[in-house]
């Protein structure tokens, strides 16, 4: 199906298809989405099934005015505390990659939301999908627009070959910046992290003050539904470790390696050639197998270039993926959450 570059004539076209109730994928900031008009049931609908997505699991609504809120957010029904902070919220980190779970307004379709009585909503600040919002009918219902359970999309060309035959219309807003799904927090009661994602905790607690979550405990799978552990998985079986154990492992030529840093995967090559097995030197070890996520061991570029470093090595046909866990703050919480359910896919 068709990779448009995002031109005016492009965006035209792709919100008139949005408004006849097709699917779109376009870029945001986190994931590229699979978006479809938000008050559409049918366009919903087939969201769940292009997918193969779970009905239980619900969608989050995309906006690009901050008038459009109230326009599928109950906001009246929130005591004023929590108007305070949603209000807080909003000027500090929207547009962002931030999804907020409110108080649903009774016209959103219970398809969108799996029957909850609350929806999750989010500004992206991207401005491929900004437009693409405005242009159709304020509000786009997207998914990441993945097979569900897959590896999210931060491409374009990642799309066209998960889903390229079943949407019409991709638009191409280039890699996404962030590359990793939004933070979802739940702010109809005391405010709870329900994903980590793309906004560090570390943000939201300075706004906001100490907030609960992520949920372990699976019984809590519900109130969270996307949350299933086994997520974001390769089809490649993906094994963990600390930094100290990865540096240890031996050379296997039918693995493939995802290090956090250069220097990590450097002390690796060196412990191999120490103990007599060569064929790899520091620096000049970057084959096609063995992957660093950042040179320089920055969380941000680690969370960019995640998903895409996994479906490259996915694509290798290896015996399984050893991965290294990144230190867990900032961003490295919600790297280390989709390495874990990756390894839990496996
Ligand atoms: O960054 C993102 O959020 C991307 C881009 C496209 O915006 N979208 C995305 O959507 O990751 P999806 O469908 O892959 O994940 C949505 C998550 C799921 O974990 C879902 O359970 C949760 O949001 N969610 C949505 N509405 C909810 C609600 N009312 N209550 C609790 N969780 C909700
Ligand atoms: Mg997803």
């Known amino acids: 199906m068709p990779i448009l570059a995002p031109s ?26 699979l978006g479809g008009d938000a008050f559409n049931p049918q366009a919903l609908a087939r969201i769940f ?27 009246s029904s929130l005591d004023p505390g929590l108007r305070h902070k949603l209000d807080a919220l909003c000027t500090r980190l929207w547009p962002g990659p931030l999804t907020l779970i409110l108080p649903k307004q009774p016209r959103v379709p219970d398809l969108a939301t799996s029957g909850l009585p609350t929806v999750g909503v989010r500004f992206p600040s991207h ?7 405005r242009l159709s009918t304020g509000v786009v219902a997207a998914p990441s627009a993945n097979p569900f359970g897959y590896l999210s999309p931060t491409r374009a060309s990642h799309v066209q070959e998960q889903l390229g035959d079943q949407v019409p219309c991709i638009l191409d807003g280039g890699p996404c910046t962030i590359g990793l799904e ?33 949920p ?18 390769p089809h490649t079986r993906v094994t963990l470790y600390s930094q100290e154990d990865m540096i240890r492992l031996p050379y296997e030529a039918s693995a ?7 220097s990590s995967c450097d002390a690796w090559v060196q412990g191999l050639s120490l103990a007599g097995m060569p064929a790899l030197e520091p620096g000049e ?49 919600a790297i280390n959450d989709r390495l874990s359910r990756a390894a839990a896919g496996s």
């Open 127 to 133: 401005p491929v999908a900004q437009a693409l919002i």
């Open 216 to 233: 372990k405990d699976p019984g809590e799978v519900l109130r969270s539904p996307g949350q299933l552990q086994s997520h974001y998985a």
């Open 256 to 262: 493939a390696y995802l290090f956090f840093d250069g």
């Open 182 to 214: 939004s933070t979802v927090l739940d702010i109809t009661a005391s405010p709870r992290l329900l994903r980590s994602g793309g906004t560090p905790r570390e943000l939201i607690e300075g706004i906001l003050g100490p907030v609960e979550g992520p």
């Open 285 to 333: 070890s970057r084959t096609e197998r063995i992957a660093v996520l950042s040179q320089e061991g920055n969380l941000g570029e680690a969370a960019a270039r995640l998903f895409d470093l996994l479906h490259r090595l996915d694509k290798l046909g290896a015996s399984v993926i050893r991965a290294q866990r990144v230190p867990g703050y900032g961003l490295g919480a």
């Open 49 to 75: 099934a292009v997918k193969g997505r779970p009905r239980f699991d619900p969608l989050i609504l995309h906006i690009a005015t901050l008038d459009s809120l109230e326009a599928v957010a109950a906001l």
């Open 8 to 33: 005016e004539e492009a965006l035209r076209s792709a919100a008139a298809a949005l408004v006849s109730g097709e699917l779109v994928a376009f870029p945001t900031e986190t994931v590229y989405g």
